[in-house]
């Protein structure tokens, strides 16, 4: 793994324009503009160009695991046809949410369906703990709540802390 990522750390000098994250084998791309016919032709132009240095460093990238999606305010209506990123000649799936790096991030940025994930994710984890509690020792059903509860509620909270009342009183 270490030569690995020794040997992919320069992915982000791939394009002089795009903002690249690397994590372990992911790669993340930001890019924004305020007009989104000039941000599309841009962003196939420098996919097309990280593709070539990938190819060209013996890497593959795989379109049909790759997604983009579009940030944007929910009083601006977004004209979707026009949207078509492509690598390789493959187009490349929109989607209204990512996951990255443990957050979902949906396409107005309002927290709405990373709260929905971790509401989900903690019911189900809350039931368990409820069945386990008759046979489980108080330490060890603590030791479960801080490893799968509280550690979810608290990772990256400073980022959707500030979120609607809704969102938040769901998670009470």
């Not at 989104?36 to 160009?49: D, P, Q, V």
């Not at 690598?87 to 990512?98: A, E, H, V, Y």
């Not at 039931?127 to 489980?136: A, D, M, P, V, Y």
């Not at 809704?166 to 998670?171: E, I, P, T, Y």
């Amino acid at each position: 793994p270490l030569l690995f990522l020794i040997y992919i750390n320069d992915t982000v000098n791939a394009s002089p324009t795009l903002s690249l994250t690397l994590f372990a084998d992911d790669i993340t791309v930001i890019h924004s503009h305020c007009n989104l016919n000039y941000l599309i032709r841009t962003l196939n132009g420098e996919l097309a160009t990280l593709f070539k240095w990938l190819n060209c460093n013996k890497l593959i990238l795989n379109p049909l695991k790759t997604n983009y999606v579009i940030f944007t305010n929910p009083r601006v209506n977004v004209d979707y046809q026009q949207c078509e990123l492509v690598i390789n000649g493959f187009p490349l799936q929109r989607k209204d949410s990512t996951i990255f790096l443990g957050v979902t991030l949906d396409n107005h940025l309002n927290w709405n369906v990373h709260f929905q994930n971790t509401v989900s994710v903690i019911s189900r984890l809350v039931g368990l703990l409820r069945k386990l509690k008759e046979t489980l020792p108080l330490s060890s059903l603590t030791l479960l709540y801080n490893s799968l509860i509280h550690s979810r509620l608290s990772y990256c909270n400073i980022a959707w802390g500030r979120s609607s009342k809704k969102n938040n009183d769901s998670l009470l």
